[in-house]
């Protein structure tokens, strides 16, 4: 969703919101991670040339907003999801490992330290020092994401200005940022 002040593009997955088992009852976990591989693929290929250009210096990192807002015990506790969980690690780890230059966790209720207990052993320690989680404090969660994001650029739900109103579904459903502009 745009970009940071770095000129990385801006990716936010409202991961809180998300119902694994009515997901998996519409699809397959093969699936699901091949959108995962799409959207890496999508990001060398067209985001982070686009962004390169726009920002006049390499940029080969994205900026990562993991939205916990809504997690649930039962999404922590799921079987299916601590699977599903792992294979996306693993695929980040073997095929994109140096792709994401920060990953600030937000709004992490205080059941997230289970899943974080799971997940932490998972990543490499490269990867867990470009990771930041501030719990759900609104002010807390705006001030961090606006010292990397312009407001412009962030969605009103996570302290932003945006609403990408002139799209259907807003800031979810828009993909703003230079790789859709045709000069670049």
Known sequence: HGVDRLGRPVYIERLGLL?????????THQRMLRYFTREAELMLRERFPS?????GT??????NVLDLS???VSSVTNAQAREFITAVI??????????MGCTVIVNAPRIFSLAWRFVKPLLDTRTTAKMEIIGPDP????ARLLESVDAAQLPLF???TCTCSH???GCLSSDPGPWQDPEV
């Open 19 to 27: 119902d694994l088992r009515q997901l998996l009852q519409a699809t």
């Open 51 to 55: 962004c390169s250009v726009k920002a």
């Open 58 to 63: 390499l940029v080969h990192r994205s900026f």
């Open 70 to 72: 809504g997690l649930s």
């Open 90 to 99: 693993e695929l980040q780890s073997a095929n994109y490992p140096e792709t």
């Open 139 to 142: 002010g807390r969660v705006r």
């Open 158 to 160: 996570l302290g932003g």
């Open 167 to 169: 799209v259907p579904g």
